[in-house]
Each structure stands twice: as structure tokens, then as C-alpha cells.
């Protein structure tokens, strides 16, 4: 029951975040033991210098193009699922939109199922 947020810099066309949102979703559905009818997705899109971030941190160099998705998990993953799902996650990304590996940066946070609903005033 992930819920992604993806933030970037504003200027996409439409083809470009539905193929940001389809190759998130087949990598969460592929390499993170998530439910393919399970997508929640939000899209942030940011004008310039809304968006920080140091384009050699820890990795880089990153551009322009950078992506940052965030995740909202409920249960959480082992070390070598989530290692799968960032190493599945960069070639979707990478052969659907060109985006290069060091401008997708993850972050997951977990949480128990009873801190979501999902409607109609009902807790999971």
C-alpha cells in the first residue's frame, strides 16, 4: 500500500510523467511486493530553484532532470528488496524517459496499517 510522491522541475510534458508514473509502478509492482491494481501517486512539480538539491551528494552528478520520489510504505522490505527495487527503478525510468541513474534519488519511509484509509472512514 505505497503512496509515491514525485517531485521534479516543472516543464514535462503529460508523455513524460505517465511514463515517470508506469515505470514507478511496474518497479513497485515487479521488485517491491506491491499489488498491480495498488498505485497512488502524487506529482510535484517545482519552478526553478523550488527544488533543491547538491548535484554531487553522495552520488551525481545530477542535473536539471532530477527526481525525487518519495514513499509512504506500509510493511517495510528487506535491505535486498529495496536494493532490487532502486536497481529496477533507475532502467525502467532510464529506457522509458531517457532519465539518467543519478537523477533518481528514493527515499522510504514505513509505517503500521492502521495509520492509513483508504475511504469511506475506514481504517486499514
Known amino acids: 500500500m505505497p503512496f509515491a510522491r514525485i517531485s521534479l522541475h516543472r516543464g514535462k510534458s503529460p508523455e513524460y510523467l505517465q511514463a515517470l508514473s508506469e515505470g514507478l509502478h511496474d518497479a513497485l509492482v515487479e521488485s517491491f511486493e506491491v499489488p498491480k491494481t495498488d498505485r497512488f501517486q502524487a506529482f510535484d512539480q517545482h519552478a526553478v530553484g523550488e527544488l533543491i538539491f547538491d ?8 542535473s536539471h532532470d532530477f527526481v525525487l520520489i518519495a514513499i509512504t ?3 517495510p ?3 535486498e528488496t529495496k536494493q532490487l527495487f532502486y536497481r529496477d527503478l533507475v532502467e525502467r525510468l532510464g529506457r522509458a524517459t531517457g532519465l539518467s541513474a543519478e537523477d533518481v534519488m528514493v527515499v522510504i519511509t514505513t509505517t503500521a496499517s492502521d495509520e492509513w484509509s483508504f475511504g469511506g472512514g475506514r481504517g486499514n
Open 55 to 62: 548535484p554531487h551528494y553522495l552520488g551525481g552528478p545530477r
Open 73 to 75: 510504505a506500509g510493511r
Open 77 to 79: 522490505r528487506s535491505v
